[in-house]
């Protein structure tokens, strides 16, 4: 219930869907990922498209991730497509070939990609993924980064995010890369206890991160986010605790929450058991999110995705793409795009990777769209939607899918509305209380007109996503 809930969505977006052995595949939707229950619904949702207008799926995309996936050492909980360069590898040299042979082939990815876009709007937005990609040169990034300006064009003002790990940059290279235009930082901090670092397999310790924390700050780095991981081997509330006590110390303008996800492929997968000792049980697990909630909250950052906090103003415009379901594109080893409706997955074998670029270059790869099916379009909207604190805005969702399933979803809600677990709000975000929807519930188009808005509660809520999530697929789907 709550691993799934709070699970990275980043992660199951670029690396965790499931190549096979034939590329481009259309991937299986979010909602495939999630079990689902769906409960006896009314039969008069059926889903219709009464509106000309463009949906947004079929929008040339504005946004770009990039997988770099070179690591010093891989984590216990990691089942990423990653390349290992050994717990030595700090600083890396522009001529590595393990480094400048993969740039090189992304770079080819990228050149050969079309996507039958009429007109291509610049980059808004430029995520580096991995791996560490901090461990990769400026000099090969800036290649990246000048391929990627001259194939879809960037705004000036673009977000250009890199993921960094302690111990794998220093302030000349931060300096670099933030001449090269990166101006947001995810730093992999994880915990801040050493024995945790050490049980994770975390390749840098605690005095590691004290040193990153202090580079990020000396170099004048505005927009940066720290990581943190829940629910670890033998963490203790108050290890959370201080972990999110040094964090607001810290005073990075974003905040990244994971629960601890037990993946099969791991060394966890073969160690652990979720939810047995030395792993917190779903309670503790719960009672570390609302902690996170609270603390967070309290230090006055929003909580603006069930495992997103912001200061004002911070939200990561990257990952805002994926939360409203806009397309974007994806280059490098297992990363997945979204573009035109469809979910496209590269090989993680970088033999393979590197055949499919073969393929694209040779023009047997298309990206052309493929046809689109609604009922899965909308689970995924819903999906997104309710892991935000804006919530599933239904006036836009009525356009896209029709007024029926519009209206039985806030109806299949009401129960969980009683219960503190989703809130109804109006076209000016002001919640509706109780008695208002006992009268709105009875005309199902004073419902329609008058619910602008459905969102889960923080932080009861968005610990039964899932939950309430399938509820809203049964709907959809009977």
Known sequence: MLKST?????????????????FPIKIATFSNAISQCPPTVRQNASLNTPTSQTPTYKLPPSSAYVHLP???????????????????????????????????????????????????PPLETIFFGGGTPSLVPPSLVAKVLDTLRSKFGLCLDAEISMEMDPGTFDAKKLKELMGLGVNRVSLGVQAFQEELLKAC????????????????????????????????????????????????????THVSVYDLQIEKDTKFGSLYTPGEFPLPSNTQSAKFYQMASRKLSEANYNHYEVSSYSKNGFECKHNYTYWINKPFYAFGLGSASYINGTRYSRPKKLKDYTNYVQDLESGLVDFQEDDVDEVEMAMDVVMLSLRTSKGLELKSFREDFGSPVAVELCKVYEPYMKSGHVAFLDHRRREITEDEFSLLV???????????????????????????????FGVMDP
């Open 6 to 22: 709070i699970a990275p969505m980043i992660s199951t977006l670029q690396s965790k869907t499931k190549p096979q052995n034939l």
């Open 70 to 120: 070179f690591c010093r050492k891989r984590c216990h909980y990691c089942d990423f497509p990653i390349l290992a360069l050994g717990s030595s590898s700090t600083q890396t040299a522009d001529d590595d070939p393990r480094i400048s042979n993969y740039i090189h082939i992304l770079i080819r990815e990228i050149e050969a990609t079309r996507t039958h876009f009429d007109q291509h």
């Open 201 to 252: 397999g975390r390749a840098h310790g605690v005095e590691e991160v004290h040193e990153a924390i202090e580079i990020v700050g000396s170099c004048g780095v505005e927009n940066w986010s720290m990581d943190l991981i829940s629910s670890l081997p033998n963490q203790t509330q108050e290890m959370w605790e201080e972990s999110l006590r040094l964090t607001v110390e810290a005073k990075p």
């Open 442 to 472: 009875l005309d199902d188009e004073k419902l329609e007109n008058e619910i602008g808005f459905i969102r889960l509660s923080d932080p009861d809520g968005f610990l039964l996503s899932n939950e309430l999530i399938s509820l809203a």
